[in-house]
């Protein structure tokens, strides 16, 4: 106590005590967890939320806010954290009410805190601005201290006044932001829809009334009515009705974003799986305009699923293969092989998803029935393809 008092007496001592004091607060700022808990939020969603691992990046800040407690993190850090749990929430789990709980907290910790341009959509923005957050601040240039209206006595609202700025809305999105224009490549499986069928292939008697349109093989090659190739009448020579395989084919897109949920698009495709060569010639090509709608405020703005419903018509033939058996004349069973064809043209109606990844990249499973016109017949299409926007 003697040496303390001899410290502080005298001029020197006094400035000693007075740059302790104004130490003291730069050393309470300083909080012992904040650079682990940093470090979480950083992979959380740098790593995990950009690569739409959401679970997993709701996890990891959990995890930090946890470590936190009550004074284990600088009151900067507390918010940033609560911040990016509620962009986890809004932005990519779609769980709005947690999100503006999170974002109430974030606020409670830092009034000044501000959202992070990098993950911030519309939606997030909007939900900030509700639970009181505000803009980032605007840069200051040298007539910040200026008066912003022309009258100086001028106050904003009232008639006459006339203001040199334009505020913007924090809850308007960006313009340009999300890619308007996609490049795809597409595989797809048909599948055709068959009616039970008697005298499927050649025959001594008549097809049945609505007989649908098939060529018969063997051994890839057309099966006829020659002396060796009869099908005598009774068992055999039928297919059931049902749903079978028909062709594949791979298609590359291209859509245009017209709005934030509507887009316009083209494919052009060749298939696989129709039947052999012969004087009836099947067609391979795959031509097709469609329209999308796209469920949900700015979809492409967002790192969230992407759900659309989409028209589209064009060109394209299926053929379907099913396997026919039959006896001939003496009795002896063998297997054909029946293509079910269809029209050229047609019309469908498909249900689909994007699942965003990586920025601008998307996975897109699809279902779809299409009708075709011609020769008629329903048939359905899943489809896989990959999406990559610019």
Not at 145 to 155: A, G, S, V, Y
Not at 195 to 220: H, I, L, M, T, W
Not at 364 to 382: S, Y
Request: proline letters at 6%; hydrophobic letters at 35%; a neutral charge.
């Amino acid at each position: 106590m003697l040496e303390f008092r001899s410290l502080v007496n005298g001029p020197r001592g006094l400035v000693l005590v007075f740059a302790c004091a104004l130490g003291l607060p730069s050393v309470a700022l300083a909080a012992p967890k904040d650079k682990a808990a940093s470090q979480l939020r950083k992979e959380a969603m740098q790593t995990d939320y950009a690569e739409t691992n959401f679970k997993k990046a709701e996890q990891k800040l959990k995890k930090a806010v946890n470590q936190c407690g009550k004074s284990g993190c600088s009151n900067q850090v507390v918010g940033e954290l609560h911040r990016d749990l509620a962009t986890v929430y809004i932005a990519g789990l779609k769980q709005g009410a947690k999100g503006k709980a999170e974002l109430k907290q974030a606020l409670r910790a830092n009034p000044d805190l501000e959202l992070d341009d990098d993950f911030a959509t519309p939606e997030l923005r909007k939900a900030f601005t509700e639970a009181g957050g505000h803009g980032p601040k605007p840069a200051a240039d040298e007539d910040s201290d200026k008066p912003k209206n022309k009258d100086e006595d001028c106050e904003p609202g009232k008639d006459g006044c006339k203001e040199d700025t334009i505020e913007l809305k924090d809850d308007e999105p960006a313009s340009g932001k999300g890619a308007k224009n996609w490049l795809s490549l597409h595989f797809a499986q048909d599948f055709m829809l068959y009616s039970a069928q008697d005298q499927v292939c050649a025959s001594n008697a008549p097809p049945s009334d609505g007989a649908e349109n098939y060529s018969c093989f063997q051994n890839s090659a057309p099966f006829g009515g020659s002396a060796g190739q009869d099908i005598a009448p009774g068992p055999g020579n039928h297919i059931s009705g049902g749903l079978g395989r028909a062709t594949a084919r791979l298609m590359i897109g291209f859509d245009r974003l017209l709005s934030a949920n509507l887009s316009l698009g083209l494919r052009l495709g060749y298939a696989f799986g129709g039947r052999p060569p012969s004087t009836d010639k099947f067609f391979p090509f795959h031509a097709e305009l469609r329209g999308s709608y796209w469920f949900g405020a700015a979809p492409f703005e967002s790192s969230g699923l992407r759900p659309f419903v989409t028209l589209s018509g064009g060109l394209a033939e299926v053929d379907g293969r099913v396997p026919v058996e039959y006896f001939n004349p003496n009795g002896q069973k063998g297997e054909l092989i029946a293509y079910r064809k269809t029209g050229k043209g047609f019309a469908g109606l498909g249900f689909g998803l994007m699942v965003p990844f990586a920025g601008d990249n998307g996975i897109v499973p699809e279902l779809r029935v299409r009708q075709m016109f011609g020769a008629p017949g329903t048939v359905f299409d899943v489809s896989i393809g990959y999406a990559r926007g610019f």
